[in-house]
């Protein structure tokens, strides 16, 4: 079973800036079977990337993703106030569908 | 436009029951599998339980396996998750999701989520 670690726990920035997240697997990811969600405070999480790059519907383009193997990145070119927000990679090549612990990215 | 909207959450006491529901509108549900996802309070995502469109056929979490028991009724668009045997390791809110399949399943809608409480 695949096990996610996302680093750092906390990324402090401030807006306009880049923020570069990481999720790393315990085994290779099958076909980048590699997704990322944003969630913000008492909200639902929003799912962003799926396949490791390809951004869901309605997803500005200042969100990518990227990785393949066992190291993947989420990267927000240029920090909008409203993507202050914790952030999920998972896994979903197999079940069941492992989540990272999350990263927070909060205003510095 | 996919709307979720869960339901039947509340306080519980350990070993008690509870059955979730999750009323989906937008789109054709029977077509799709979906699935359940919770967060305790303060931390992160786990994945609970999913069932597809079509076939009926189910997954399950460890963590939940025997006591969870998840089903669909496709005439009432409505998602159910059945809780036998609550522990207060169950407290979280329960987050229903639409799933679209690739290797396995990702989840593209959510809803706002319900809250369930295990305490004595």
């Known amino acids: 079973e695949i096990v996610l670690t996302q680093s750092p726990g906390t990324l402090s920035l401030s807006p306009g800036e880049r923020a570069t997240l990481s999720c790393r697997a315990s085994?290779?990811?099958?076909?980048?079977?590699l997704a990322w969600y944003q969630q913000k405070p008492g909200q639902a999480p929003r799912l962003l990337i799926h396949?490791?790059?390809s951004r869901a519907t309605g997803i500005p383009d200042r969100f990518s993703g990227s990785g393949s193997g066992t190291d993947f990145t989420l990267t927000i070119s240029r920090l909008e106030p409203e993507d202050f927000a914790v952030y999920y990679c998972q896994h979903h090549g197999s079940s069941p569908p492992p989540f990272g612990q999350g990263t927070k990215v909060e205003i510095k | 436009e996919v709307q979720l909207l869960e339901s039947g959450g509340g306080l519980v006491q350990p070993g008690g029951s509870l059955r979730l529901s999750c009323a989906a509108s937008?789109?054709?549900?029977?077509?799709?599998?979906m699935t359940w996802v919770r967060q305790a309070p303060g931390k992160g995502l786990e994945w609970v339980s999913l069932i597809r469109g079509s076939t009926d056929r189910t997954d399950y979490a460890d963590s939940v396996k025997g006591r969870f028991t998840i089903s669909r009724d496709n005439s009432k668009n409505t998602v159910y998750l059945q809780m036998n045997s609550l522990r207060v390791e169950d407290t979280a809110i329960y987050f229903c999701?639409?799933?679209?399949?690739?290797?396995?399943?990702?989840?593209?809608?959510w809803g706002q989520g319900t809250l369930v409480t295990v305490s004595s």
């Open positions: 999701a639409k799933t679209y399949s690739s290797g396995w399943y990702y989840f593209d809608s």
């Open positions: 396949g490791a790059s």
């Open positions: 085994q290779s990811v099958y076909n980048n079977y």
């Open positions: 937008g789109f054709s549900f029977s077509s799709y599998a």
